[in-house]
């Protein structure tokens, strides 16, 4: 009689082994199931209704570098002299040759992290995927790990399982549960813990980076490493095999005992069989708990990587041109990354600007709220969260389960030509402006339209996209209704446009929703 393990591998179509030959001879073991570790396999995967259904998700971008809350790339900046966040690491905690990075980690200490609380905030704020930080550029795992044994979230800083306790609380609120690793990069990234100041009393003197005592967090590099020539952090040139497999082995272990419906890399499939490994694991593991079906997400931020099949792509920070035929995503912050006490955060309305943007565009957005190093929100946060609640309240009927409809938008921001042309760009929304009553977003679900207006009109709201024909072919429609609101309203379509009659009262703050039937 087979197994359970077996019967599940027989059922996703596995073979009852699946190791993956790399050049060295040492293999890379991934769980059994329907995908090998190939761009080939790979291409096979298809997006689960889930993920194109749920349209929002909610991330908490936290860690030890949230201790300092001094912004994002703390752990890195802090080694460069010159830098704000050095010189602020030096006035608060003291210089980086007594101490260094893994003297911060102690001060994380989460005394108000409460996930069931924050979860039960989220879905309040209508998020149905949630996602845990997973480990940074800075080589903390937030989770019980079994490859980084003394720099994890249980062993130090606030003694907690965080990627654990996060997963429990998404479940009890019936949410997808998501995990961020963002290690890839962490070799070269990590290797100014090794430079020394370049100028004043303490030129030439190692930072602690240098120490072999902490060479688990810091990263051991070879003599000849010139640390002044990595100056992004993001090069892969002289990364060694050694590290590559000791990524794949971390991620492999948070997957496996974590198994998230979505992870999210990022950057692009890092390092080929490694990186390939990696999501072939990640969708085997899937199925291995569904029953031979692959409810999991990959996302990269790569676009070759999800050209056909494998991944999500994602847009960091950035909006998709036109309506890309894939799903797609979109993670971006309510201010930096990793909390940050001088923050700008965005306002409401520029969150949800981009919400309905992004979902007619055929994408989910992914919003960071970035923890302080309490574990608790602040208060502006706070405010924020409770204005998306109340939007979604009255407007979620057009955002979930939606699709794409003949075109995406109207209006002067709509219809103007793309500034970077083909998929979109990474980091475009910098240069976004409040939407106003002249732009229109629209969403279908089955026969109905949903016209979003991306402001209040004075007393009438026309919608040129609308016209009975005209390039859009539109039906002649039967019923037009306002969300949230209860009167039934006035409303002409000609040749030329719809027009609606609107209410004395708005039944919401930002974008206004047209519920749409065609006879």
Request: include cysteine.
């Amino acid at each position: 009689m087979l197994s359970r393990r077996q019967a599940i591998g027989l059922l996703a179509g596995a073979a009852p082994a699946l190791k993956l030959a790399r050049a060295a001879g040492e293999s890379l073991e991934i769980t059994p199931g329907p995908f090998k570790g190939t761009r080939e396999s790979l291409r096979d995967w298809q997006v689960p209704a889930w993920y194109r259904d749920a349209k929002f998700g909610i991330w908490a971008h936290w860690g030890p570098q949230s201790a300092a809350e001094y912004g994002d790339w703390y752990a890195r900046n802090m080694y460069i002299q010159g830098h704000r966040q050095y010189e602020y690491h030096v006035k608060t905690y003291g210089h980086p040759t007594k101490f260094g990075f893994k003297d911060v980690i102690p001060t994380w200490n989460a005394d108000q992290f409460d996930a069931d609380h924050l979860m039960q905030l989220y879905k309040k704020a209508g998020a149905k995927y949630f996602c845990s930080m997973g480990v940074h550029h800075d080589g903390f795992d937030l989770w019980k790990s079994t490859h980084q044994p003394r720099w994890n979230a249980v062993a130090a800083g606030p003694k907690k399982d965080v990627v654990g306790l996060f997963k429990k609380a998404a479940q009890k609120q019936g949410l997808r549960f998501a995990v961020s690793e963002h290690l890839g990069p962490s070799y070269n990234w990590f290797s100014t813990s090794h430079g020394s100041d370049k100028t004043g009393p303490l030129a030439g003197v190692p930072y602690d980076g240098v120490d072999p005592a902490y060479a688990d967090l810091y990263h051991e590099y070879p003599k000849d490493y010139n640390v002044a020539s990595n100056n992004t952090g993001f090069g892969g040139a002289n990364i060694p095999d050694s590290w590559k497999l000791h990524y794949f082995k971390r991620i492999k272990d948070l997957v496996d005992n974590y198994q998230p419906d979505l992870l999210y890399t990022d950057g692009g499939i890092y390092y080929e069989e490694y990186g390939l490994a990696v999501v072939a694991n990640h969708y085997n593991t899937s199925a291995k708990v569904h029953g031979g079906r692959v409810e999991a997400v990959y996302t990269s931020k790569t676009p070759r990587d999800c050209e056909t099949g494998t991944c999500i792509l994602d847009l960091e920070r950035g909006v998709a041109s036109g309506i890309p035929a894939n799903p797609w995503q979109t993670d971006t912050c309510i201010g930096d990354w990793h909390y940050n006490k001088e923050a700008k955060y965005k306002s409401p309305k520029r969150v949800i600007d981009m919400l309905v943007d992004i979902v007619s565009r055929n994408g989910n957005l992914m919003l960071n709220f970035p923890l302080p190093n309490s574990g608790m929100l602040d208060a502006e946060e706070l405010k924020i969260l409770d204005e998306i609640t109340r939007w979604m309240a009255v407007n979620s009927e057009g955002i979930y389960a939606t699709r794409p409809w003949k075109i995406f938008g109207d209006g002067p921001v709509a219809t103007a030509p793309p500034a970077t042309g083909g998929r979109g760009n990474p980091f475009n929304e910098r240069n976004r402006k409040d939407l106003t009553a002249d732009e229109v977003r629209f969403t279908t679900k089955g026969n109905t339209l949903y016209a979003f207006m991306m402001g209040w009109p004075d007393k009438e709201a026309s919608i040129p996209a609308l016209a009975l024909g005209g390039p859009n072919r539109v039906s002649r429609i039967r019923n037009v209704e306002l969300l949230g609101h209860k009167g039934k309203l006035k409303w002409t379509q000609d040749a030329g446009t719809l027009k609606v009659g609107l209410p004395e009262e708005k039944p919401c703050d930002h974008a206004v929703t047209f519920k749409v039937a065609f006879a």
